[in-house]
């Protein structure tokens, strides 16, 4: 799996996209709430809620990486919140649940392209694991403790994903500015 690292910035890359369709609520005297951006951090996380568990039983294996992240449970969950969203604001659904959903099945698809056993992408439907052919992240290894060398090597390859996606974003701002300055 992928550090939080990784999984923050591949939720930061969604709010960046979403925030042009919801901008954050301004509060006389506070400023903007940052609230799609908790929503975007918060359930580019979510699917390793089960980590808590196997940290505390000290059995990681056991469950981490299996009902979480599952793409059915994930769509069950983001259907739930955008319904909560809708009934709270009173409109939204579609775009909560998508913004929801995006930041879930992007954690499962990072996961499903991490060195490892694979994540329960259809489950409960099967218990089988999926991977991807390719490996894009080299990922945690916590079977060797908190302070393992290889996790360097992890802090390392997410740094670099970390400073593309940086660039990325930056270039394209750039782009956007030096547009609307020429028009």
Not at 91 to 110: E, I, K, P, S
Request: a positive charge; hydrophobic letters at 50%; charged letters at 15%.
């Amino acid at each position: 799996m992928p550090s939080p690292i990784a999984h923050l910035t591949a939720g930061y890359v969604i709010y960046r996209m979403a925030r042009r369709h919801e901008p954050e609520p301004v509060v006389k005297g506070i400023g903007p709430l940052p609230g799609l951006l908790l929503v975007t951090a918060g359930f580019s996380l979510l699917p390793d809620v089960d980590s808590v568990v196997g940290l505390l039983t000290g059995d990681f294996g056991r469950y981490h990486n299996n009902a979480t992240h599952s793409l059915l449970v994930g769509t069950a969950v983001s259907l739930l919140f955008g319904a909560g969203m809708k009934r709270w604001r009173g409109d939204g659904f579609r775009f909560w649940t998508g913004v929801a959903l995006a930041c879930y099945g992007l954690h499962v698809l990072m996961d499903a392209a991490t060195w490892g056993r694979g994540v329960m992408a259809l489950w409960p439907l099967t218990d089988n694991r999926f991977r991807f052919p390719f490996i894009l992240f080299y990922g945690l290894h916590w079977s060797q403790g908190w302070l393992s060398i290889r996790h360097l090597w992890t802090l390392f390859t997410e740094l670099l994903f970390v400073l593309g996606t940086v660039l990325v974003i930056f270039l394209r701002l750039n782009r956007r500015r030096l547009r609307k300055s020429k028009g």
